[in-house]
C-alpha cells in the first residue's frame, strides 16, 4: 500500500486525480486543501485523510509538514496553486503568486526531506507551459519590477521546473522528482485573478481548446502513479501528451542552483548534502 499526498486537491485536477487514484483500494490518499469544507468532503467520499493547509501562509505549510512527518510517504504531488492578481505581498513578506506556487511547495519539500528520502519518494510538480513565457532573473527572483501578473504565474511555473532539475541532481535516487503541464483546464484556479481573466477561462475558446478537470486530473494520476526509470525520468518536464516538454532556455543546471541557493535564502532553510 502507497501513501500518496496530494495538495491542492479539494478541486480542479487534484480532486478527479484523487478520484482515480482511490479506485487502487490498496493506496493511502492524504488530501490537502485550503477550503476545510470540501476537503473534508471529498476525503469523505473517498475514504481518505483530509488535512487544510492555505499555501499563502507559511506558517500552516509548517504545520502541514508536522502533521505529515511521521507517514510513509510515497509520492509527494505539489499542485496546489493558482493565478493571482497583483502584486500581493504575503503576511511573509513574499509576492503571494511566487509563494503559493512556489516557495509553499518548497518549503514543504524541505520540511519533509527525510522523510521522503527514508522512503525513497517521488515528487511530483504541476507546473505549466506557461513557463515559456516567464522573464526570469536572479536578480529580482520574484518578478516584482514591473510587475505583470501572467509573468509572476509564468516565472513560478519555471520555478517549479527548475526546482525539480535540482532535487533530481542533489537527491537522485534517494527522491525520484518531476514536473508536468496538465493542460490548460477550465478550473478555478484563477478565481484570485482579476475579473478579464476569469471570464478568460470561463470562455467558449477555452472550453474548445482547452481539456475538462478530468483529463488533466487523468494526467496528474499518470505521473503519480508512474514508476521513475520507467513511466516517466526524475528530472524532467512533461507536456500534456506525458511527452518530454519544451522549457524555457533558462532552465539550464547553472541557473537551476542558483535559483534553488535564492529561495533557499528567503526561506532560511539549510538543505542537506
Known amino acids: 500500500m502507497r501513501t500518496i499526498v496530494i495538495t491542492g486537491a479539494s478541486s480542479g485536477i487534484g480532486r478527479e486525480a484523487a478520484r482515480l487514484l482511490q479506485q487502487k483500494s490498496e493506496d493511502n490518499l492524504i488530501l490537502v486543501g485550503r477550503n476545510e469544507a470540501k ?15 492555505d499555501f499563502s501562509q507559511l506558517d500552516q505549510v509548517r504545520e502541514l509538514a508536522k502533521a505529515l512527518r511521521d507517514e510513509p510517504i510515497d509520492v509527494l504531488a505539489n499542485n496546489a496553486g493558482g493565478l493571482f492578481d497583483g502584486p500581493k505581498i504575503t503576511d511573509d513578506g513574499y509576492e503571494l503568486s511566487f509563494q503559493v506556487n512556489h516557495l509553499g ?15 525513497r519518494a517521488r515528487v511530483v ?6 513557463n515559456l513565457y516567464a522573464r526570469p532573473s536572479l536578480e529580482d527572483i520574484q518578478g516584482l519590477k514591473r510587475f505583470d501578473q501572467h509573468r509572476a504565474y509564468g516565472n513560478a511555473k519555471l520555478a517549479n521546473v527548475l526546482f525539480t532539475q535540482e532535487l533530481h541532481r542533489r537527491y537522485h535516487p534517494r527522491i525520484s522528482a518531476c514536473s508536468f503541464h496538465p ?6 484556479f484563477a478565481r484570485d485573478a482579476d475579473s478579464w481573466m476569469q471570464k478568460f477561462y470561463k470562455s467558449p475558446l ?12 487523468s494526467n496528474l494520476a499518470y505521473f503519480i502513479d508512474g514508476t521513475p526509470g520507467i513511466t516517466w525520468e526524475s528530472g524532467q518536464y512533461y507536456n500534456s501528451r506525458r511527452k518530454k516538454g519544451k522549457v ?16 533557499s535564502t ?8
Open 183 to 188: 493542460g490548460v483546464v477550465a478550473t478555478s
Open 39 to 53: 476537503t473534508k468532503a471529498l476525503a469523505d467520499e473517498l475514504g481518505a485523510r483530509a488535512l487544510v493547509a
Open 248 to 263: 524555457h532556455p533558462f532552465a539550464r543546471k547553472k541557473n537551476a542552483a542558483a535559483h534553488f541557493d535564492i529561495c
Open 125 to 130: 510538480a504541476t507546473a505549466s507551459m506557461a
Open 105 to 119: 511547495p518548497m518549503l514543504l519539500v524541505h520540511e519533509l526531506l527525510d522523510t521522503l528520502m527514508q522512503r
Open 206 to 217: 477555452v472550453k474548445a481548446v482547452g481539456i475538462s478537470a478530468a483529463d488533466g486530473g
Open 266 to 273: 528567503l526561506l532560511g532553510t539549510e538543505w542537506p548534502a
